[in-house]
């Protein structure tokens, strides 16, 4: 059975710590009394599993799972699954992805015509408060038991989770409410460059007071995980405060780069390439765990939810795709990928289709399953042939072998949220942005490591010269797509929203066409708004 210390413990959370209030960062989002140091912190080993909550809490949705007692109300509790809620914001608005349903709100997310009453802006606001809510309680409570090692460590794993939340809401939605403590108060809003602010002072804090590399137990973060996201933070930094800090991003790329994690780069059992390993339903222990900085965790036994993998293997499968194959029991024909995004891969096309269209790449990141798909997307609603479909994530093993659940509806595989090839690639793009410290051939030769993995050998490889900033947008799309990482890397380079890089669909042009600029950001839910006198809603909702 494929367990940790998260999927052992998050289900066996006690009740009163999951009961809040959902209605944002401005009320008091979880009544004090429900952490007492008598019920749940009575000692260490019942803040540990405290703890555990405040990592599930980013992987599922509610008490029961996969469905009843939902944390958050007002959404599908499976859609309000925080890397589900993440796909739709940074990657369904992209040329990454999109989805045949009509979900109220949904088709709006790719068209980019999205409003202030949005159901997935909501939840994801939602979900990250409560992300707070949790972490402000439980560092409230912990601290109550005064001078043990341990806690300590916890706490410092609490705080990184709320700085990781906080570094959400700016990148999502700008100025938001800065609340660090469990109070009844409305609070005022924030500039973006206070959260900022408030993110790396909170990960400068605590790096040292994390345990070091690999010391934790799997699914549990350590200090290289503050190191990459601080690395992470300051290669936007430009972008979310006007202040470049690409030397600052190259230092703790560097550090968490020469830490104990390692690119996944052999495929023991040679079932496939290393990168796929990193997307199977054992790829907590195959060796994919080794890249893996910050992951969620899912078991299809003991951790159920529609959202994360789960929803990533069943969503995209559809047409002609034989379910069993991907080891689930069906699909939910939802998901595809434009021909932006496969083009981006074209220079290792090894086989097209009687039109010219690739079907076949190099390159064993490029995951499609092309029969029966069409390159070109016609018509996105409830027309899952159009666009090619993506296998990159399975509910099988390095063995072949199908995930634990035998009913095959929820998915063993983990979701890396952070992952060194990342880290990997925001040290050459804080190089070639100018940041100083770091050298362009040794860029280059991080990138050339990613390469040789997707290519079987060095076919691939590229010379210094040709890492430019627009090779490392294409090679970012190529390595990360799915994961979360799109949109905000688009608006780093002024895509997002501009003319400068049109998709099919993007503003709901068959072509692609340009959106007004406040697209950027994510407009605050409407109603938190009527709650809080103190907001101000972000320009053009």
């Known amino acids: 059975m494929k367990m940790n210390y998260i999927k052992k413990i998050a289900l066996l959370i006690p009740t009163l710590l999951l009961i809040a209030c959902h209605d944002d960062l401005d009320q008091t989002p979880i009544d004090p009394d429900s952490f007492t140091e008598t019920n749940v912190f009575a000692n260490a080993d019942e803040a540990k599993g405290a703890l555990a909550k405040l990592y599930a809490s980013l992987a599922l949705t509610g008490q029961q799972g996969p469905a009843g007692q939902a944390d958050i109300t007002g959404i599908d509790e499976g859609t309000s699954q925080y890397s589900r809620l993440l ?49 402000n309680s439980f560092i409230e409570n912990a601290q109550l038991l005064n001078d043990n090692a341990e806690v300590e460590a916890y706490i410092a794993e609490a705080r990184f989770l709320r700085a990781f939340a906080y570094f959400n809401l700016m990148d999502l939605f ?48 350590d ?6 996201l601080l690395s992470k933070l300051y290669l936007n930094a430009e972008v979310w405060t006007g202040t470049a800090r690409y030397t600052d991003a190259i230092t703790y790329a560097e550090m968490a780069i020469n830490s104990s994690y390692s690119i996944n780069t052999t495929d023991a059992n040679g079932n496939g390439s290393a990168y796929d390993e990193l997307f199977l339903a054992d790829n907590n222990s195959n060796g994919a765990q080794n890249e893996f900085i910050f992951a969620l965790n899912f078991d299809g036994n003991n951790s159920r939810t529609y959202g994360g993998t789960t929803f990533l293997v069943h969503a995209a499968i559809g047409g002609s ?8 029991n069906g699909g939910w024909s939802g998901l595809r990928t434009t021909k932006a995004l496969v083009n981006k891969f074209d220079a290792s096309v090894t086989e097209s289709d009687a039109d010219g269209n690739p079907t076949a790449w190099a390159d064993s990141r490029a995951m499609f399953y092309t029969d029966g798909q069409s390159f070109e997307i016609n018509t996105i ?6 666009g090619y479909a993506v296998t990159k994530f399975t509910n099988i093993d390095s063995n072949g072998a199908a995930g634990s659940d035998t009913g095959g509806d929820f998915v063993d595989t983990d979701l890396p949220i952070i992952r060194l090839a990342e880290i990997y690639l925001t040290y050459a793009e804080a190089v070639l942005r100018g940041g100083a410290g770091g050298d362009v051939n040794t860029a280059a030769g991080y990138v050339n490591e990613l390469r040789a993995r997707a290519y079987g050998n060095t076919s691939g490889n590229i010379t210094s010269a040709a890492l430019t900033l627009d090779f490392i947008l294409d090679e970012r799309a190529r390595e990360l797509y799915w994961e979360g990482q799109r949109r905000t890397d ?32 994510f407009p605050l839910p409407s109603n938190i708004i009527l709650i809080n006198t103190n907001l101000t809603q972000n320009p053009g909702y």
Do not use: C
């Not at 990454?96 to 997935?120: I, K």
């Open 381 to 386: 609603a409830n027309q899952f042939t159009d």
């Open 174 to 221: 700008g100025d938001v409410p800065l609340v660090t403590v469990v109070s009844t108060d409305l609070p005022e809003q924030s500039t973006r460059s206070e959260i900022f602010n408030f993110v790396e002072g909170e990960l400068l804090e605590i790096q040292d007071l994390l345990k070091e590399s690999g010391a934790n137990e799997y699914g549990r973060v």
């Open 87 to 135: 796909f739709s914001l940074n990657e369904l608005t992209t040329d990454n992805a999109v989805v045949g349903w009509g979900d109220p709100g949904l088709p709006n997310l790719h068209a980019m015509n999205w409003g202030a009453g949005n159901d997935f802006t909501t939840g994801m606001y939602y979900r990250l408060a409560q992300e707070v809510s949790f972490t």
């Open 223 to 228: 200090r290289v995980a503050a190191w990459a």
């Open 321 to 328: 795709m034989d379910a069993f194959n991907f080891g689930v």
């Open 490 to 521: 688009l608006i780093r380079f002024n895509d997002f929203t501009t003319g400068n890089y049109l998709w099919p669909f993007k503003g709901g042009s068959r072509s692609g066409t340009a959106v007004d600029e406040f697209r950027n950001l």
